[in-house]
């Protein structure tokens, strides 16, 4: 069932009235300003710092003090601004700042940030300012190292941070009131499009984890002998320390970025500075310092974790989390620089429950309580070399190995270990010449996500003397064990290639060409290094000894030691007094392996064309793989119209098509039955030839790749000193990859006849998005204080074919009625990452007399609709099918401060600093995520009042 309705018009009509709404603020901002400044137009290349501030005075008419022997590169600057924010612009990075004098012009001195001093090296960049990206069509959005430092970071996760963007919605559970002891990055959705299908980068190269992303049902990390699920997409979630600006991609995206239907989040990461830097400092939080929101009912289950606790931890009432980040920086030689950093993140998460309360009041003797932890180390190395102002070699080195521990319930030596993350190293190299620019990419990359840990096997026993930790009662069971070691890992390397040539006239107007390639291989594999079996409790028979007739001891699915209760089983197992109990039948997974291996290739071109007031990007990225074998060609396209010649109006369209990348999961699925056997035996304990248990129930079959096409329209508009950009997004998602079950026989021998699954490219979504963003200029100056803010209001449309892309498989194929309508429970409408209306206001404060910095982050979020089980049915082609209503749930507000101080205390440099973060600062209760468990529903809340305090020294 398909829901779609068409609202282009309704869009625009929101986009003029939220202009409307909030034309009323703004007068007011403005008037606070010290008065009108001149806007000039800008167009400053990046490049050495003397040549930039040259153009700079010659462009703005400032003039300036420059010091001698000024070293480093400045960031490229274009389009409408005040000469005090081109300047910043320009210098942002660099590691020297502009200081106003009385008559106009600049005085510029070296500056410490974060321990890069003037003069470091930096790359050639672009850097635009949040309020309107005039380099790129206001599609990009660059987060410098002050914003990322002036709003609270979960666990200094970058995604976090991206909650600035009006393009971006987290995943609703991932501030939830259940789990904040996790470490692991929220999941974001782009203008409605998948959350695994978003391009992460580090220093433009890929750390995306393929294995399985979009699969995020947690319960099969522990419930599952072949399915191990919860991988996240980011495969390295870098710590906020190391960045030093994001980039986000979201919309008219350049040819030179593909694999994507959402968009590209780039962290850059920092360069070292020139003379020895370094720091030390530990954030920390618990759960003493934190409120949680819980519905009354939930409270008792939720702080004694009863039978609704499991091995994957989802209820947390008390755990403390710990950071530390260690660096140190500087060059070894004039030409050559290193940064290295250790980060260690770990909760401990205590008191989880290992017995249900009915094993409980079974008599089960196995300690109720363990502690179990989540841990993520960086290990970071970065290298520059810079022999000549025109050539830079840049080295990164970075190990990130994830871990979480987890076990299954109710069953002793059911703790294992789940590993993530992995190791990624890049090099880039830039040559600066006369008349083109050159950078050569080379990366590789190892993610994985494997569980390890417990003895191999999984037993269901009945009591017994030396079986005594589980239910003695009659039917009672007593769990051994783990479901078995699963390695999934995921190597890549590529090569990257881009030639930018310098502004040429021809044709009537100027034209900046790029073109680039590219080449990458990735091998994936899904593993079993050790045979794994089972065995079911309606298995067990009786026994006095565990010695087949061959003299092979059984120590694994065999037990003499008599049952307490053998009146308990059924007269047919022929159980008596003082009989043991072995397993007549097991459930077999062989070791083995299945690889997928994929060779790709990209080819980009794009040319940036200014005709007077028309501003051109034509463009057009062509890709190919031997694994879909196919060839995608993607279009792209992005216009602007300069109203006033100066750049203070402006009108942006665009269209686009993005095509996303391949999930290994999908091959790795078929033939993954091949490993599973049965084995029997009788009372004689000798196993019989393994029988191979099940064909295969999975069919790749041949696809297509998805991909999301994009309209956009825009305006900016610079007066009062402000930047106004408004921006309507139209992204049509097609041939999305869902899984369908198929019942009935297969033509091909090697799959099930009962039923198997297909993946199919019949998956769609709508999505419609208006964003505006409101940022003034320059910087508020009242008593001694400097306040920069920005306003970002958006609504969100999405309309999806289906909820989940492995619906099927998970049960969740089933037919309900909705409103009157019957369709698939998989197909009901969206509910997470589709909160309509939101709208956020950014501000940062400094107070240089208390040494004091206040970030400010007000978040607010409309309604949104959920499906609710009503607990009726009503019949549907002689079946009962169950009744689903709209349940309404209101909006959601979060006013989060991050208050930095620091104190220099030596003439070197040396710093003492202190972040403390207070998130959910009026502690409201907003409801995170709703949850439908088939027989009602229930609300998740979002944390509330949660405090995170960090210590560091700098030097």
Same mark, same amino acid.
């Given at each position: 069932?398909?829901?779609?309705?068409?609202?282009?018009?309704?869009?625009?009509?929101?986009?003029?009235?939220?202009?409307?709404?909030?034309?009323?603020?703004?007068?007011?901002?403005?008037?606070?300003?010290?008065?009108?400044?001149?806007?000039?137009?800008?167009?400053?290349?990046?490049?050495?710092?003397?040549?930039?501030?040259?153009?700079?005075?010659?462009?703005?008419?400032?003039?300036?003090?420059?010091?001698?022997?000024?070293?480093?590169?400045?960031?490229?600057?274009?389009?409408?601004?005040?000469?005090?924010?081109?300047?910043?612009?320009?210098?942002?990075?660099?590691?020297?700042?502009?200081?106003?004098?009385?008559?106009?012009?600049?005085?510029?001195?070296?500056?410490?940030?974060?321990?890069?001093?003037? $003069?470091?090296?930096?790359?050639?960049?672009?850097?635009?300012?949040?309020?309107?990206?005039?380099?790129?069509?206001?599609?990009?959005?660059?987060?410098?190292?002050?914003?990322?430092?002036?709003?609270?970071?979960?666990?200094?996760?970058?995604?976090?941070?991206?909650?600035?963007?009006?393009?971006?919605?987290?995943?609703?559970?991932?501030?939830?009131?259940?789990?904040?002891?996790?470490?692991?990055?929220?999941?974001?959705?782009?203008?409605?499009?998948?959350?695994?299908?978003?391009?992460?980068?580090?220093?433009?190269?890929?750390?995306?984890?393929?294995?399985?992303?979009?699969?995020?049902?947690?319960?099969?990390?522990?419930?599952?002998?072949?399915?191990?699920?919860?991988?996240?997409?980011?495969?390295?979630?870098?710590?906020? $320390?190391?960045?030093?600006?994001?980039?986000?991609?979201?919309?008219?995206?350049?040819?030179? /970025?593909?694999?994507?239907?959402?968009?590209?989040?780039?962290?850059?990461?920092?360069?070292?500075?020139?003379?020895?830097? *370094?720091?030390?400092?530990?954030?920390?939080?618990?759960?003493?310092?934190?409120?949680?929101?819980?519905?009354?009912?939930?409270?008792?289950?939720?702080?004694?974790?009863?039978?609704?606790?499991?091995?994957?931890?989802?209820?947390?009432?008390?755990?403390?989390?710990?950071?530390?980040?260690?660096?140190?920086?500087?060059?070894?030689?004039?030409?050559?620089?290193?940064?290295?950093?250790?980060?260690?993140?770990?909760?401990?998460?205590?008191?989880?429950?290992?017995?249900?309360?009915?094993?409980?009041?079974?008599?089960?003797?196995?300690?109720?309580?363990?502690?179990?932890?989540?841990?993520?180390?960086?290990?970071?190395?970065?290298?520059?070399?810079?022999?000549?102002?025109?050539?830079?070699?840049?080295?990164?080195?970075?190990?990130?190995?994830?871990?979480?521990?987890?076990?299954?319930?109710?069953?002793?030596?059911?703790?294992?270990?789940?590993?993530?993350?992995?190791?990624?190293?890049?090099?880039?190299?830039?040559?600066?010449?006369?008349?083109?620019?050159?950078?050569?990419?080379?990366?590789?990359?190892?993610?994985?996500?494997?569980?390890?840990?417990?003895?191999?096997?999984?037993?269901?026993?009945?009591?017994?003397?030396?079986?005594?930790?589980?239910?003695?009662?009659?039917?009672?069971?007593?769990?051994?064990?783990?479901?078995?070691?699963? /390695?999934?890992?995921?190597?890549?390397? %590529?090569?990257?290639?881009?030639?930018?040539?310098?502004?040429?006239?021809?044709?009537? %107007?100027?034209?900046?060409?790029?073109?680039?390639?590219?080449?990458?291989?990735?091998?994936?594999?899904?593993?079993?290094?050790?045979?794994?079996?089972?065995?079911?409790?309606?298995?067990?028979?009786?026994?006095?000894?565990?010695?087949?007739?061959?003299?092979?001891?059984?120590?694994?699915?065999?037990?003499?030691?008599?049952?307490?209760?053998?009146?308990?089983?059924?007269?047919?197992?022929?159980?008596?007094?003082?009989?043991?109990?072995?397993?007549?039948?097991?459930?077999?997974?062989?070791?083995?392996?299945?690889?997928?291996?994929?060779?790709?290739?990209?080819?980009?071109?794009?040319?940036?064309?200014?005709?007077?007031?028309?501003?051109?990007?034509?463009?057009?990225?062509?890709?190919?793989?031997?694994?879909?074998?196919?060839?995608?060609?993607?279009?792209?396209?992005?216009?602007?119209?300069?109203?006033?010649?100066?750049?203070?109006?402006?009108?942006?369209? *665009?269209?686009?098509?993005?095509?996303?990348?391949?999930?290994?999961?999908?091959?790795?699925?078929?033939?993954?039955?091949?490993?599973?056997?049965?084995?029997?035996?009788?009372?004689?304990?000798?196993?019989?030839?393994?029988?191979?248990?099940?064909?295969?129930?999975?069919?790749?079959?041949?696809?297509?790749?998805?991909?999301?096409?994009?309209?956009?329209?825009?305006?900016?508009?610079?007066?009062?000193?402000?930047?106004?950009?408004?921006?309507?997004?139209?992204?049509?998602?097609?041939?999305?990859?869902?899984?369908?079950?198929?019942?009935?026989?297969?033509?091909?021998?090697?799959?099930?006849?009962?039923?198997?699954?297909?993946?199919?490219?019949?998956?769609?979504?709508?999505?419609?998005?208006?964003?505006?963003?409101?940022?003034?200029?320059?910087?508020?100056?009242?008593?001694?204080?400097?306040?920069?803010?920005?306003?970002?209001?958006?609504?969100?449309?999405?309309?999806?074919?289906?909820?989940?892309?492995?619906?099927?498989? /998970?049960?969740?194929?089933?037919?309900?009625?909705?409103?009157?309508?019957?369709?698939?429970?998989?197909?009901?409408?969206?509910?997470?990452?589709?909160?309509?209306?939101?709208?956020?206001?950014?501000?940062?404060?400094?107070?240089?007399?208390?040494?004091?910095?206040?970030?400010?982050?007000?978040?607010?979020?409309?309604?949104?609709?959920?499906?609710?089980?009503?607990?009726?049915?009503?019949?549907?082609?002689?079946?009962?099918?169950?009744?689903?209503?709209?349940?309404?749930?209101?909006?959601?507000?979060?006013?989060?401060?991050?208050?930095?101080?620091?104190?220099?205390?030596?003439?070197?440099?040396?710093?003492?600093?202190?972040?403390?973060?207070?998130?959910?600062?009026?502690?409201?209760?907003?409801?995170?995520?709703?949850?439908?468990?088939?027989?009602?529903?229930?609300?998740?809340?979002?944390?509330?009042?949660?405090?995170?305090?960090?210590?560091?020294?700098?030097?």
């Amino acid at each position: 069932m398909q829901h779609y309705t068409s609202h282009r018009a309704r869009s625009l009509l929101l986009a003029s009235a939220i202009a409307t709404a909030l034309s009323a603020i703004v007068p007011s901002i403005a008037l606070a300003q010290q008065g009108e400044t001149d806007i000039r137009q800008f167009d400053i290349a990046a490049q050495p710092l003397t040549g930039a501030l040259e153009e700079f005075t010659r462009q703005s008419g400032r003039q300036m003090v420059v010091p001698r022997n000024m070293a480093g590169r400045s960031a490229a600057v274009r389009g409408a601004l005040d000469a005090d924010s081109g300047l910043a612009q320009l210098l942002q990075g660099s590691g020297w700042s502009a200081i106003p004098t009385a008559d106009g012009s600049y005085r510029l001195g070296s500056t410490q940030l974060d321990g890069v001093e003037a $003069g470091a090296v930096t790359a050639p960049l672009s850097v635009e300012g949040r309020g309107g990206d005039d380099e790129s069509f206001q599609g990009k959005t660059a987060y410098s190292q002050r914003d990322l430092q002036s709003i609270p970071a979960s666990h200094g996760q970058i995604t976090s941070l991206l909650r600035l963007n009006p393009a971006v919605q987290l995943d609703s559970g991932a501030n939830s009131s259940n789990r904040p002891g996790d470490l692991e990055p929220a999941d974001i959705s782009i203008h409605g499009a998948a959350f695994w299908q978003n391009l992460f980068m580090v220093d433009g190269m890929s750390v995306n984890n393929d294995i399985n992303p979009s699969n995020r049902e947690f319960a099969f990390v522990n419930a599952s002998s072949t399915e191990l699920s919860g991988n996240p997409s980011q495969g390295i979630a870098l710590d906020v $320390g190391l960045v030093e600006r994001v980039d986000v991609y979201d919309s008219n995206v350049p040819a030179e /970025y593909g694999g994507f239907n959402g968009g590209v989040v780039d962290a850059v990461t920092r360069m070292p500075s020139q003379e020895l830097r *370094g720091g030390l400092s530990m954030t920390h939080t618990r759960s003493a310092w934190a409120q949680y929101h819980l519905d009354d009912w939930k409270e008792d289950e939720f702080y004694e974790t009863p039978a609704i606790a499991d091995g994957y931890v989802r209820n947390q009432p008390d755990f403390a989390t710990t950071t530390w980040r260690l660096n140190l920086e500087g060059h070894l030689t004039d030409t050559f620089g290193l940064l290295g950093s250790f980060t260690r993140k770990r909760s401990d998460i205590f008191n989880q429950r290992l017995l249900n309360e009915s094993m409980e009041q079974g008599g089960a003797t196995l300690p109720t309580f363990t502690n179990v932890f989540r841990q993520i180390d960086n290990y970071f190395l970065k290298g520059v070399w810079t022999p000549t102002s025109r050539f830079m070699l840049e080295t990164v080195v970075n190990h990130e190995p994830h871990q979480s521990e987890h076990f299954n319930r109710n069953a002793l030596d059911g703790d294992f270990i789940i590993d993530g993350g992995g190791s990624n190293v890049g090099t880039t190299a830039t040559f600066e010449g006369e008349s083109v620019v050159q950078t050569h990419k080379l990366n590789w990359s190892s993610l994985e996500h494997s569980r390890t840990g417990g003895p191999g096997w999984f037993a269901r026993w009945r009591h017994s003397p030396e079986i005594n930790w589980g239910e003695r009662r009659p039917g009672g069971l007593a769990l051994y064990g783990t479901f078995g070691d699963l /390695y999934q890992e995921q190597e890549s390397v %590529g090569y990257q290639g881009k030639f930018e040539w310098m502004p040429v006239e021809m044709l009537g %107007g100027e034209h900046r060409f790029a073109v680039g390639a590219g080449l990458s291989r990735t091998d994936a594999l899904y593993e079993r290094r050790q045979q794994y079996t089972d065995h079911g409790v309606g298995a067990l028979r009786p026994t006095r000894t565990c010695i087949d007739t061959n003299g092979v001891l059984d120590d694994r699915h065999c037990s003499t030691s008599p049952l307490t209760f053998p009146e308990a089983m059924p007269a047919s197992s022929g159980f008596r007094q003082g009989d043991g109990q072995y397993a007549n039948r097991v459930s077999l997974f062989k070791a083995g392996r299945i690889d997928v291996e994929q060779n790709a290739w990209t080819l980009w071109a794009e040319d940036d064309m200014r005709f007077d007031r028309v501003r051109l990007r034509p463009g057009i990225r062509i890709d190919g793989d031997d694994y879909t074998d196919q060839t995608t060609v993607a279009p792209r396209l992005a216009f602007e119209y300069d109203f006033a010649e100066d750049g203070s109006s402006r009108m942006i369209a *665009g269209a686009n098509r993005y095509y996303g990348r391949n999930i290994f999961d999908r091959a790795l699925r078929v033939g993954r039955e091949s490993l599973q056997y049965t084995m029997s035996r009788g009372p004689d304990l000798v196993w019989s030839t393994p029988i191979p248990a099940a064909l295969n129930t999975t069919v790749l079959g041949n696809l297509d790749v998805p991909y999301d096409d994009e309209l956009t329209l825009g305006f900016r508009q610079v007066t009062w000193n402000t930047a106004f950009d408004l921006k309507f997004v139209n992204r049509k998602g097609r041939d999305q990859v869902i899984t369908v079950r198929v019942d009935g026989a297969n033509p091909d021998p090697t799959v099930r006849q009962t039923f198997h699954y297909n993946y199919e490219n019949i998956g769609r979504s709508d999505t419609d998005s208006v964003s505006l963003s409101v940022q003034p200029l320059s910087v508020l100056e009242i008593a001694g204080t400097l306040t920069s803010a920005q306003l970002i209001a958006n609504w969100t449309d999405v309309e999806r074919s289906h909820n989940n892309p492995d619906g099927a498989r /998970y049960g969740y194929n089933f037919f309900i009625q909705y409103e009157g309508q019957v369709f698939r429970y998989n197909e009901r409408p969206v509910e997470n990452f589709a909160r309509p209306w939101t709208a956020r206001i950014f501000s940062q404060t400094q107070i240089p007399a208390l040494n004091l910095t206040l970030g400010s982050f007000l978040s607010w979020r409309g309604p949104f609709t959920a499906a609710w089980y009503t607990g009726e049915s009503v019949e549907y082609e002689g079946d009962d099918i169950d009744v689903y209503m709209q349940r309404a749930f209101g909006t959601a507000m979060t006013w989060d401060l991050r208050l930095a101080w620091e104190n220099r205390i030596g003439v070197k440099q040396e710093t003492l600093f202190a972040n403390l973060d207070i998130t959910n600062v009026l502690n409201r209760r907003n409801v995170a995520t709703h949850i439908d468990n088939w027989a009602g529903g229930y609300e998740e809340y979002e944390l509330g009042r949660h405090f995170q305090l960090e210590l560091g020294y700098r030097f």
